[in-house]
Every structure is written in C-alpha cells, then in structure tokens.
C-alpha cells in the first residue's frame, strides 16, 4: 500500500493521524483556532469552510485560506465545504461546489481537499483533477448520518473514491446499535485487506462509534478526527485525549 505525505506527515504508516476540525463562522475566530492549534498533539487541521459565514464569496474564502496557511505554518491543512445533505452546515449548487473546491486546489494554500464522491462522477473527476494538478491530496467522502448500510455497500462506497482517484478514501456513518460498529469495522477491515492500495479514512460516528476512532490502527483506519473546541461531526473527542490512546494501542500493538 502506498502512502500520503503532507508536509512531512505520512499518512498510513505508523498509528493513526490526528485532525482537528477548524469551525469558526467569522474570520477572526478561524484565525484565533488556527493559532490554538499549536500546543495541541495533531498532525493535521481541518477548515470546515462550510461554518465560514461568507463561504460563498470566492475573494473573502481565498483571503482567509491564504491567513489560514500562514496561522497554521507547516501543519498540513485540507480544506473541506461539507453539504448539507451529508451533514454540512449548509446546501450548495453544483456549480459553486465545482468553483469552490476548484478554487481552493489552485490556491496553493490547501495542501488536500475533500471531495464528496457521489456529487456525480464528471464533477468530482473534475475536482480531482485540478487538486492534482495543483499538487495536492483528495479525500475522497461519504457520509451517512441517517444509519449505517450493510457492509457490501460501504465497501462499495470506498471502493469507488478510490477508482475516482480519491487519494484518501473516506467513509463516515451513524450507527443505531453496536452490531453497526462492528459493521464498519470489518468494512474498513476488508477493505485494506482485498482492495485498497492507499490509506483510507472510516469512522462510526456518535458516541456509540467512538470507538471507531481509537481502533483504526487495528482494523486499518489511517485518519481520525479529534476536538480543539467545537465538533465537527457527533462522537469526536479531544485531541489530547485521542493522541493518549492512540499512542497507547500502538506501543501495545508494537509488543506483538
């Protein structure tokens, strides 16, 4: 399997990596976040732009990307505009969706993007594309926050931001009992084990799937998502805290 390298971080080598979602709605609190972030034990920030209140003003999200990049100095930063109907903050035309993520790839300024992969495959082919020509990371994203499909489907769903060229397939779900944890489990085991030849993403979201998100490095998760503040998504827990378990599970999985 290959691997991700983001300004140094390598991605699927070693115990999961850390994100930390960054989800202010005015400039001034996005900054302020950004320049929180470093006491915190992360390897990667995450700007939910679909918070920022002026999101769809191309010049204003550039501008605050481009002070974002600077807050953040070599910490790797993906930039992320979460719809609504997978759990975002607010809806977005296609077409502003295409220049939005268009913009932000050839901005120089994000080192990965986050790409919605059933946004239709023209679109987020395209998207893919420019992020790569631009030199940047996709992460290819699914989520579901009504249930969790059986395993064949969300095998399927990973397998498919692969084929679309996704560098980091991922996969988020709402589990309605523990039978649900499991399933995502042994997705994403079954996922690195047959077909995936790059570090994917999966989590079992609320705090039912918390667990999710401290066993990756067991079932083969590469990315997990803590807390700096606010959540992003239900079941994420402070940075801290995760990189304590994080750590932990992978000196004991070292003795093996």
Same mark, same amino acid.
């Given at each position: 399997m290959k691997t991700v390298t983001l300004r140094g971080v390598e991605i699927g080598a070693g115990a999961p990596k850390v994100i930390v979602?960054?989800?202010?709605?005015t400039r001034a609190y996005i900054l302020a976040q950004a320049a929180g972030l470093a006491a915190l034990p992360l390897d990667m920030a995450e700007w939910r732009a679909d918070f920022y209140e002026d999101v769809l003003d191309l010049n204003k999200t550039l501008d605050t990307l481009k002070a &974002?990049?600077?807050a953040l100095g070599d910490l790797p930063l993906l $930039?992320? $505009?979460r719809t609504r109907r997978e759990g975002g903050e607010r809806e977005i035309s296609p077409e502003d969706y295409r220049a939005l993520n268009l913009a932000a790839a050839r901005s120089g300024d994000a080192d990965a993007v986050d790409v919605e992969i059933f946004s239709g495959d023209e679109l987020v082919r395209q998207i893919i594309g420019a992020v790569h020509a631009a030199g940047g990371a996709v992460v290819g994203s699914s989520h579901d926050h009504r249930g969790t499909p059986p395993r064949e489907e969300l095998t399927a769903r990973l397998r498919k931001a692969q084929e679309l060229g996704a560098d980091l397939p991922k996969l988020a779900v709402m589990p309605q009992s523990p039978d649900d944890v499991l399933t995502l489990l042994g997705a994403t085991q079954e996922m690195v084990r047959r077909w995936a030849d790059r570090p994917v993403i999966t989590m079992s979201m609320?705090? &039912?799937g918390t667990v999710s998100r401290l066993c990756g490095e067991v079932f083969g998760s590469a990315m997990t998502f803590g807390t700096a503040g606010q959540?992003?998504?239900?079941?994420?827990?402070p940075a801290e805290e995760l990189r304590q378990v994080l750590d932990i599970l992978h000196r004991a999985l070292g003795e093996q």
């Amino acid at each position: 399997m290959k691997t991700v390298t983001l300004r140094g971080v390598e991605i699927g080598a070693g115990a999961p990596k850390v994100i930390v979602p960054i989800v202010g709605r005015t400039r001034a609190y996005i900054l302020a976040q950004a320049a929180g972030l470093a006491a915190l034990p992360l390897d990667m920030a995450e700007w939910r732009a679909d918070f920022y209140e002026d999101v769809l003003d191309l010049n204003k999200t550039l501008d605050t990307l481009k002070a &974002l990049r600077a807050a953040l100095g070599d910490l790797p930063l993906l $930039f992320t $505009f979460r719809t609504r109907r997978e759990g975002g903050e607010r809806e977005i035309s296609p077409e502003d969706y295409r220049a939005l993520n268009l913009a932000a790839a050839r901005s120089g300024d994000a080192d990965a993007v986050d790409v919605e992969i059933f946004s239709g495959d023209e679109l987020v082919r395209q998207i893919i594309g420019a992020v790569h020509a631009a030199g940047g990371a996709v992460v290819g994203s699914s989520h579901d926050h009504r249930g969790t499909p059986p395993r064949e489907e969300l095998t399927a769903r990973l397998r498919k931001a692969q084929e679309l060229g996704a560098d980091l397939p991922k996969l988020a779900v709402m589990p309605q009992s523990p039978d649900d944890v499991l399933t995502l489990l042994g997705a994403t085991q079954e996922m690195v084990r047959r077909w995936a030849d790059r570090p994917v993403i999966t989590m079992s979201m609320a705090p &039912l799937g918390t667990v999710s998100r401290l066993c990756g490095e067991v079932f083969g998760s590469a990315m997990t998502f803590g807390t700096a503040g606010q959540a992003s998504a239900p079941g994420q827990i402070p940075a801290e805290e995760l990189r304590q378990v994080l750590d932990i599970l992978h000196r004991a999985l070292g003795e093996q």
